[in-house]
């Protein structure tokens, strides 16, 4: 087997309680495992004992695009830290941050903390992700990944972007069904058609846009808008025919200005949907999120 390389069928129990990086990080459990890789909670086995996310890659392109893009951005405030890369064995490890709070699809589901109906948390968590995005998008890289699952969560409700395994540095990009099926726009399924004509290529940040407006619902409404953005989603085939108000129909408790929000996020049109920067600004002055109940007069005694 050539060197940095590790087979796809390894047991990710088998390498809990060994060590990484010289000794000095040991892999105590098992944080997560997904299709792009196997993450660790590891821990320095100096006297600090300081915690790291240890996730395991393959030996491919799509995981040294992910090493390059991830440690690029690392530094921004609300970007998962990117420590080091360790190879030993045959395997790539990524050294990252650990998050104590785990993941914000957690938070958005608590029955007891979720997110719904709180709109200072709302706003303060939405914008710390339009900031990672906007960061990621100056730097001329497209998450292509965007979800709750791949947003961590610190104390105080701080969060950070992870998971750059789906990342790209192509504005425009003819690689279709890149993902999370919830979260896809309709364009980056399939070619689009205009004028009689398919277009070949998406626009990667509109895509990552789009993805946004999703997360958006989730936050408030704990929801998904609908399960799949194209024709075959009978959901997402009744907002084409009719998308005036038609957040306000299928969730009304939702706010007016969400209402508005999301027609411009979910614009059909690429080139038309709202910027990053349009879309903070309407964030910073949405003032309710969804709709407050409206309770009743005190009744005046007889």
């Known amino acids: 087997m050539p060197a940095n390389t590790v087979t796809h069928t390894i047991d990710p129990p088998s390498l809990l309680g060994t060590h990484i990086d010289n000794g000095r990080i040991k892999l105590k459990s098992i944080l997560g495992v997904g299709a792009y890789g196997i993450v660790y909670l590891g821990h320095h086995t100096r006297k600090t004992q300081k915690k790291y996310a240890i996730k395991l890659l393959s030996n491919t392109k799509v995981s040294r695009s992910e090493i390059d893009i991830h440690a690029q951005l690392s530094g921004h405030d609300n970007i998962l830290t990117f ?5 030993e064995n045959g395997m790539t490890f990524m050294v990252l941050e650990y998050a104590p709070g785990g993941d914000l699809f957690a938070a ?14 709302i706003r303060y968590i939405f914008l710390q992700i ?4 906007d960061y990621c998008h100056k730097h001329s890289v497209a998450h292509r990944d965007l979800k709750p699952e791949n ?3 610190f104390p105080d409700w701080r969060v950070k972007l992870a998971d750059f395994g789906l990342a790209t540095c192509q504005s425009v990009s003819t690689e279709f069904g890149f993902g999370s099926t919830f979260y896809f726009s309709p364009e980056c399924q399939s070619g689009m058609i205009r004028n009689n004509q398919r277009i070949k290529g998406y626009s990667t940040q509109k895509n990552d846009i789009w993805s946004l407006g999703v997360i958006l619902v989730n936050f408030t409404t704990g929801r998904n808008p609908w399960k799949q953005a194209n024709m075959d989603d009978a959901t997402f085939a009744a907002f084409v025919q009719q998308p005036k108000h ?37 964030i910073q002055k949405c003032v309710h999120f969804t709709r407050k109940p409206v309770h009743p007069p005190p009744s005046t005694p007889p």
Not at 83 to 87: A, I, M, N
């Open 108 to 121: 958005i589901t608590h029955p007891v903390h979720g997110l719904m109906g709180n709109d200072e948390a």
């Open 83 to 87: 420590e080091k890369v360790v190879r």
């Open 246 to 282: 038609f957040f306000r129909r299928i969730l009304p408790k939702i706010s007016d200005e969400l209402d508005d929000i999301l027609c411009r996020v979910f614009c059909l049109d690429p080139a038309l949907r709202i910027s990053l920067p349009e879309l903070r600004l309407r």
């Open 130 to 133: 339009l900031d990672a995005v």
């Open 151 to 153: 947003i961590l969560v």
